[in-house]
């Protein structure tokens, strides 16, 4: 009799070590315990990553929610005629990257039979960038100087889009219009051509 009254008053389980105990026996069944090798982390490592920002890698100006993609183009070449053979160098070598940038090129890519100020102005608002080869020939021919004009309106902080690079100009000769933007000067072709790519996808 007396085991019986001991079992009618012992003491039950409150709810909270009910749930502690339910919590250690899932923690070491075999599923759970697999789950957490799978993921390699605990709860507070996932949250410190979710949390701190991934580096930006230049691959990621393929992803479809980069800016690239809201426009036509990533880059618009502004050119004289004079300088198309080394344009068509530039082009070659952009379109050719990983990337696939889609360029601009005047002579190439206008639709026959439209106006010339029409075809600027679309191919500047099109464009995510633009890219200013600043030659002697540049400076002579109004055109470019309309089309530098149309790229500074569409982005008047820039914001790296503009992109001015200097062949065969001395640095007095630089437009004044880009002279708060830093421009890369093309010395050796290769280098020069290095530098826009990773202007552009940065």
């Known amino acids: ?16 070590e009910s749930s502690l105990d339910a919590g250690r026996s899932a923690s070491s069944s075999p599923s759970s315990s697999s789950s957490a090798k799978s993921s390699g ?24 929610g980069s800016a690239r993609w809201a426009k036509s183009y990533d880059v618009c070449i502004c050119h004289s005629d004079a300088d198309l053979e080394l344009v068509e160098e530039l082009v070659s070598y952009l379109e050719g990257q990983p990337e696939s940038f889609r360029c601009f090129l005047q002579l190439r890519d ?5 106006a ?8 500047v608002q099109n464009s995510h960038c633009w890219v200013m080869l600043i030659t002697p020939g540049f400076l002579r021919d109004p055109w470019c100087k309309y089309q530098m004009h149309q790229a500074l309106a569409e982005a008047p902080m820039a914001n790296g889009r503009t992109i001015p690079v200097l062949k065969d100009v001395d640095r007095k000769d630089y437009p004044k219009e880009l002279r708060n933007l830093y421009y890369i000067y093309m010395a050796l072709k290769e280098k020069s051509f290095r530098q826009i790519r990773d202007t552009i996808v940065r």
């Open 41 to 64: 982390s605990s709860p507070g490592t996932s949250l410190a990553r979710s949390v701190c920002p991934a580096p930006v890698l230049a691959s990621d100006i393929n992803a479809s």
């Open 110 to 114: 206008a639709a026959p039979g439209s």
């Open 116 to 123: 010339v100020v029409t075809e600027l102005c679309d191919a």
């Open 1 to 16: 009799a007396g085991w019986f009254r001991r079992l009618l008053h012992k003491p039950k389980p409150s709810s909270a």
